[in-house]
């Protein structure tokens, strides 16, 4: 299941932001969790709490509450911002450069754009069409880290590990951050 950012109560006011980390071929996965690391502290340093969680594929997905408060411009636009500072970070391997013929085939792409009203993405618990039925999860922080791989997550495990330890996405649908604050932090 591929939802829009928003719901029907608030379509032009997304529930959430989406950094969607997209890997090329020579991209491994271990530079995707740095890119991933790297934006939990780009928001960390404005005092955004965010979340992670796995595509089902080849990326990862890291996600920041915004309760419809903000409209799709507002919130495509605080995640430029925070793109801009995560490829600054991680120049060598990363871009913002959307074209796969011009970004190449070694670098990552730090996708901001899906921020943009009609724009789907893979729900949270939503099996992929893989190899593996491997299922897009949410993770803890603490389990981004080396070693982690998408294929941990499939039909099988999923059940088990939500029954263990509940649904750790349900924040993502809370209360929103204040992106004025952010920004004012993010200039500092």
């Known amino acids: 299941m591929n939802p829009w ?9 997304p529930s959430y932001l989406i950094i969607d980390i997209d890997p090329s071929d020579k991209n ?9 690391l790297a934006t939990q502290q780009v928001l960390d340093e404005c ?8 595509s089902g ?4 997905h890291v996600f920041v509450p915004m309760g419809n408060k903000y409209d799709y411009e507002h919130v495509k636009n605080f995640a430029h911002l925070t793109a801009m500072k995560v490829t600054e970070l991680l120049p060598d391997f990363t871009t913002l450069e959307r074209n796969l013929k011009k970004r190449g085939n070694s670098k990552i792409y730090v996708d901001y754009l899906q921020n943009r009203r009609g724009q789907t993405i893979a729900s949270a618990y939503s099996v992929r069409p893989k190899k593996g039925a491997t299922v897009s999860t949410p993770l803890d922080w603490k389990e981004v880290k080396k070693g982690l791989h998408p294929s941990q997550f499939d039909i099988y495990t999923v059940p088990k590990r939500v029954a263990k330890i509940g649904d750790i996405f349900k924040p993502v649908l809370g209360r929103g951050v204040d992106i ?6 993010m200039e500092g």
């Open 5 to 13: 950012n928003s719901t029907v109560k608030k379509q032009e006011h």
């Open 28 to 36: 491994t996965f271990d530079q995707v969790i740095d890119v991933a």
């Open 47 to 54: 005092g955004v709490k965010s979340y992670c969680k796995t």
């Open 180 to 185: 004025m604050k952010c920004l004012k932090k």
């Open 57 to 60: 594929s080849s990326g990862l």
